[in-house]
């Protein structure tokens, strides 16, 4: 009998291929490069072993490959029967997720780690901003990867994936200290963790420590291969430092190297999309020049990438480079046909981003307002929220209400406001 490294049996008969699968399941928690090769060479070398199939099938799902997981998904299905209980219970959650049927995953995802909570490939799902209960488009989604998180400690010791998790759900609930306590012990666990290195940068940048931030980003990043799922969002994160200490060099060698849509990034397409369409946006606001054509081209993506509306997280940063572009038809698309469940938040944000562009500005903070009271519903992090928030301090601003974001601004992001990171003097 062979089993996983959070003990979990596997009918896979060879040593080997359960260490091969350890190692490729790790390489998915971590974040690490040679993700879909380390699955791969667990189908090659026992391709009757379903879950390998599983954990490759959500490795191309991670990477938005959507047909090439649902071919490793077919063959895990095709699979003869003599799985464990958990086996087949796990193939199937994947299966649903997979296959789009959102709300049928999670709650199969949710039986499914009440029984075996240290099914940790199951469990990563739901554990991050970017996972199940972070695109719900529900209230209080971040109290909730808190609760789920809370609720797993316990069933994994000093586990770094686990504890790092954990420590991203207490820092975007705002329990920044305990968070930081939590990604050290994490992060001393296992250095190269690239979900790790994220938490801890979300921290930094909460905590408004931008030079620190940079600097030890920056180490972090050196050795990090481009393949690695985290490669282009870290080098956002990295750049929003720079443009927070005026380095607009650095930024754009950062953006133009791991972010933009032709600077050749191997991250996923909603990290592509959203963290350029961000950056330009954050910087015009921090009063750096953007080309028109750097607008055009992150439009362009989000139509190719992105034709149908239902995540408003990727809506919302769709909508801002269209309007940013000039692109009217497409961002007349969004706002008439918003689709999923923070879809009623959508054409608001997308109405400010067109005022802005028409420089507008009192319609703009009219439009961003209405998004405010529960703006966390269209999912993504604090940090990459901080966008529509610094769009609506600059509309303010520019609209001569000057008062009005400075309170603004000290009631939502009070530990920002006096950093460099508030552009909205400009
Ligand atoms: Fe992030």
């Known amino acids: 009998m062979q089993t996983d490294r959070y003990d979990n049996t596997i009918t896979t008969a060879s040593a080997a291929v359960a260490d091969a699968y350890a190692d490729a399941v790790d390489c998915l928690l971590a974040g690490a490069p040679g993700l879909i090769p380390a699955f791969e060479a667990v189908t090659e070398a026992d391709p009757a072993f379903a879950l390998g199939w599983v954990g490759l099938a959500r490795a191309h799902q991670s990477f938005g490959a959507m047909p090439a997981a649902g071919q490793a998904m077919e063959r895990a299905r095709s699979l003869p029967a003599g799985l464990t209980e958990r086996e087949r219970s796990h193939l199937n959650a994947f299966d649903l997720l997979i296959a789009g049927k959102g709300p049928q995953a999670y709650a199969a995802i949710r039986a499914h780690v009440n029984t075996w909570p240290r099914d940790a490939l199951v469990a990563q799902t739901c554990s991050s901003v970017f996972g199940l209960i972070g695109f719900s488009g529900q209230p209080g989604r971040e109290a909730e990867i808190l609760a789920f998180t809370a609720a797993l400690m ?177 961002l007349e698309a969004i706002i008439t046909a918003p689709a999923g469940p923070a879809a009623d938040l959508v054409p608001g944000l997308a109405c400010g981003f067109r005022a802005m562009a028409a420089e507008d500005w009192g319609a703009a903070s009219e439009n961003l307002t209405g998004a405010m009271s529960d703006l966390a519903r269209i999912g993504g992090s604090r940090a990459q929220r901080d966008l529509v928030e610094q769009c609506l301090l600059t509309s303010l601003i520019r609209d001569g209400r000057e008062r009005e974001a400075q309170d603004i601004a000290r009631l939502r ?13 400009h």
């Open 154 to 330: 316990p069933h994994y010791g000093e586990d770094w994936w686990m504890t790092s998790q954990y420590a991203f759900a207490l820092c975007e609930n705002g329990a920044l200290a305990r968070a930081e306590a939590q990604i050290d012990r994490a992060l001393a666990l296992r250095d190269r963790n690239a979900h790790g290195a994220h938490v801890r940068s979300h921290i930094l940048y909460e905590t408004g420590r931008t030079a620190e931030g940079r600097a030890w980003l920056s180490d972090w990043l050196a050795p990090y291969a481009r393949d690695g799922i985290m490669y282009g969002h870290l080098t956002w994160h990295s750049a929003l430092w720079s443009l927070a200490e005026r380095d607009t060099e650095a930024m754009w060698a950062q953006v133009d190297a791991a972010v933009a849509p032709d600077s050749g990034s191997l991250s996923p397409g909603i990290n592509v999309l959203t963290d350029t369409a961000s950056i330009l946006q954050r910087a015009m606001m921090a009063g750096v020049a953007v080309s028109a054509d750097r607008w055009a081209a992150v439009s362009a993506y989000a139509l190719q990438a992105f034709p149908a509306t239902g995540n408003a997280f990727i809506d919302v940063h769709a909508a801002l480079a269209h309007a940013m572009a000039g692109n009217d038809a497409a």
């Open 413 to 425: 992001r009070p530990l920002l406001v006096s950093g460099a990171d508030t552009h909205a003097t």
